[in-house]
């Protein structure tokens, strides 16, 4: 038996030649392959039939033919009526469609080397019994095979095949560029290389010539921050926290922070790292006052920043900077009350601000007193009366040391002279001039 009938050499009643048997019918689970006529197993028919050879012409569904795209034979199958002719194709019930185009795997090459294409059911299944046509379909499927065939070998340049594109595409990607670095814009050129350039300092993001993080001074922040009082003298400071652009904690010691402190009287200041992402601002001021303490990373000023500072005078009373003001301890007037103020102040000059000291003062008059005020303020009134014009010497001495320019001369005046003007003395008339006078007038009688 074989797939196109058998021949018999022999002579029937009322016939002469050769006699052509038809093909020994397929079973349920076989198709009738179109290229040799053979019975094969229903599945995987394109590999027992991988020719792409249309059925003949005047064909016709073998009763086994049930699988869609079975070829219609040339011969006649008393179960399924009349020969039909031309390359036709039966469907789920077993007739031959005439507008069916049959696919195999080499008519559904398009050409594109990155994808592989097979005549493959869309729709419905296999099986034995009719099926409306309607859901099934066989038709040419493209797949990508594979993405490597479309590389260029350029450096930023997505390639992929595209089904939909007919082929290789490629397109520059900037996300390929990406060297992990915070401080550099990475793109893709036109000629698929990566640029990757450093950005000028931003407050967004301000990196130093070779970070590969950023700080940004819009979200590192010293608000909050409040530094304690500083004594004059002493080391004082507060931490902070480095904030990338992320949000996140910037690690690391290389970044350009700098601490400015206003009005600069004198006194350091730094910014040191401590470890991680923690910075520590030191400073060490020795004059009195109120100071802005602002803190930058590059020109850029931190949030929050500046923070207010004030700084105590000192403890201690140093007697070098002790001084003496008002004219009491260079000139006094004879009776008159004199005064003088002492001042003290710590090493550094600043005046102390608080009371309780003792100072030894004396005249090399003994007539002199001096009465001593504490003001609780680091100043000390004194005053005196002089009884007698000349000078004497005024000596302020604090725990055994004279003051500066102790002891001091004082040059006592006498109290300015009461003057008065001459009153007119009433003039009384001698008798020549009171006769001279009456002669003027009525003269008296001569005696």
Known sequence: TTSTGTTSTGTTAGTTGPVVLPPTPCTSLQIRCGTTGQCVPAFGYQQHCPSCTLC?????????DTYPGSCCWDYRNNAFGTPVSGNKWCDATRSCLSNATRCCDAQCDDGVSCTTASCS????????????SS?????????????????????????????????????????????????????????????????????????????????????TTVAGISPAPLVAGSVG????SAINRRGSPKFGGDDAFSVRISPALGGSASVEFVEGSQWQVRYNLTIAGVYNVSLFIGAFRLAGSPRSLTVL?????????????????????????????????DVFGNQ??????????????????FAVTDNSNGTYSVGYVATNAGSFTLSIVYKGKPIPNSPFTVVVTPPPSTFYPASPVPRTASPAHS??????????PVA
């Open 435 to 444: 006769a001279v006078t009456a002669a003027a007038g009525t003269l008296p």
């Open 313 to 345: 005078p000192g403890t201690t009373l140093e007697p070098l900077r002790t001084v003496v003001r008002g004219s009491g301890a260079a000139a006094a007037v004879v009776g008159r009350p004199a005064a003088f103020v002492i001042v003290t102040s």
């Open 56 to 64: 003949p012409g005047s064909t016709v569904c073998a009763s086994s």
């Open 352 to 369: 102390l601000r608080f009371g309780g000291e003792q100072f030894a003062i004396t005249a090399n008059l003994e007539s002199i007193q």
């Open 237 to 240: 400071g507060f931490s902070f």
């Open 135 to 219: 859901v099934w379909q066989l038709a040419c499927l493209a797949q990508v095979v594979s993405n490597a065939s479309c590389a260029t070998g350029q450096q930023c340049m997505r390639s992929y095949c595209s089904v939909a594109s007919g082929g290789c595409v490629s397109e520059p990607d900037s996300g390929l560029c990406d060297d992990r670095n915070e401080c550099t814009v990475d793109s893709c050129s036109a000629g698929g290389s990566c640029l990757n350039v450093r950005f000028a300092p931003t407050p967004a993001c301000s990196c130093t010539p070779t970070g590969t993080d950023c700080v940004s001074s819009l979200l």
């Open 121 to 132: 059911i869309l729709a419905g299944g296999q099986g034995d019994g009719p099926k409306p």
